[in-house]
């Protein structure tokens, strides 16, 4: 197969009878054909592999280098897509458990997909005509296809092929992935410090942020955490700064946590995360662990392991501060909305001040969202929502980036960037 693989350059991409799928051949072989589509909020990739093929996992590098010990090891290029400028896509990529095809004997390690096999991405933002971009390698047992930039177009489907949820998720560099973090968190700093910035001046006081955040006198860490994001301690909340703390808090909480890893190998056990945090009282199964325990782990373990690893830590913290500092401001708007300082906002409040922010109210869009909102407090109705509960429905709408994207498509310029000439996009 090695000595085969200069074969590849004979590969060449056609079109089916179905436009939007694209077939590799290698001279008159069918080797693999590919096909994208957005499912709900999910890119889906479907990957139909001819009898005898078969094309490799996306972290296919470093599952053999994690073997080998090499930081270049000896094995098959890995699957790579690459979204077109109008589609982005929130990590982490998910995929089909790949099947290990190594060949120890031959000090080769490899791992990949035959038959039907699916890779998956959430969606944030996708306009039409978008395609995806694959690289790849297709090979038999004595000859490899290169695929090679082939744009596959994305389509729209409403019918679910796969749930990508029972699906992996992609390895990635532990390095690799923490730098992807911090510059989504730099990047939603930058947006939640243009939200606070109701002066357009280019920074915000800290006073308004602790107002926002509402650490409470009676949570002296909290709002010492709160006070970190003015990092050069000026008193104002100016480009950069927000991300940067944010990032320096993450940094203090995954140390804290990862203190649980009592034998040194990066990983925390079910034993080892049900010591560390404690659940007294309760019913324990062989681990150790109580169902409490047991629901927490499985909501850090992305990759299904029954581990939680440090990356998982850090993705974990760098959610839930997106979430809170998202709700947060947005809660903050609304209470400006709230003219006359009942502790509710009614649709004509809402649209008043959408409009005075500068931004055209869709009232028929806004009346669904009410609506939507109304139903998912038995209190609110959907004329007019309390502040009170506000809380709760943000932090649950705020938890993924279609949801914030949603949520603010219908207030306009009322939130970040307040000052932007333009119409505000969602957050990060």
């Not at 790579?80 to 290990?100: D, N």
Request: hydrophobic content about 40%; glycine content about 8%.
């Amino acid at each position: 197969m090695l000595c085969l693989a200069g074969l590849a350059a004979t590969a060449a991409a056609n079109e089916s009878g179905d436009a939007t799928r694209k077939e590799v051949w290698l001279g008159d072989q069918l080797a693999v054909s590919y096909a994208a589509r957005i499912e709900t909020d999910w890119l889906i990739v479907e990957v139909r592999h001819e009898p005898g093929w078969h094309t490799y996992s996306m972290d296919n590098v470093l599952r053999a280098a994690e073997v080998t010990g090499k930081d270049r090891p000896d094995t098959e290029l890995p699957t790579r897509i690459t979204p077109s400028p109008g589609i982005e896509l929130a990590p982490p990529w998910r995929q089909t458990v790949p099947t290990e095809l190594s060949q120890p004997e031959l000090r080769w390690y490899t791992w990949g997909f035959e038959e039907r096999s699916f890779f998956a991405a959430r969606v944030v933002r996708a306009d039409p005509g978008g395609w995806i971009q694959v690289d790849a390698q297709a090979c038999t047992d004595r000859l490899c296809a290169m695929v090679d930039g082939l744009q596959v177009p994305v389509t729209r489907s409403s019918e679910r092929t796969v749930a990508p949820e029972s699906l992996a998720v992609v390895r990635s560099s532990g390095r690799d992935e923490a730098a992807a973090i911090r510059e989504q968190l730099a990047v939603f700093g930058d947006w939640f410090q243009r939200a606070m910035d109701l002066e357009c001046s280019g920074r915000a006081p800290v006073g308004r942020l602790v107002e926002i955040m509402n650490p409470g006198r009676h949570r002296p860490r909290q709002m010492n955490w709160v006070m970190d994001l003015d990092v050069d301690g000026n008193g104002f909340v100016e480009p950069g700064e927000t991300g940067a703390g944010l990032w320096q808090s993450l940094e203090h909480q995954v140390e804290r946590r990862m203190l649980g890893d009592v034998d040194g190998d990066g990983v925390l056990s079910p034993r080892e995360y049900a010591l560390f945090v404690p659940d007294p009282g309760a019913e324990r199964n062989e681990d150790g662990m109580t169902r409490l325990q047991e629901a927490r782990l499985a909501n850090l373990d992305r990759d299904g392991d029954r581990r939680v690893s440090r990356i998982e830590v850090v993705d974990d913290f760098a959610r839930r501060y997106v979430t809170r500092h998202w709700s947060r401001i947005l809660l903050f708007h609304f209470r400006r909305a709230d003219s006359d300082g009942d502790g509710a906002v009614t649709r004509r409040e809402l649209t008043s001040a959408i409009r005075a922010a500068g931004s055209a109210a869709a009232p028929a869009r806004l009346q669904l969202w009410f609506d939507a909102a109304g139903d998912a407090s038995r209190k609110s109705s959907g004329r007019r929502l309390s502040l009170a509960e506000l809380p709760a429905l943000l932090d649950k709408v705020g938890a993924s980036a279609e949801g914030r994207a949603k949520f603010e498509a219908s207030l306009g310029r009322l939130v970040a960037p307040a000052c932007s000439p333009t119409t505000a996009t969602a957050s990060p």
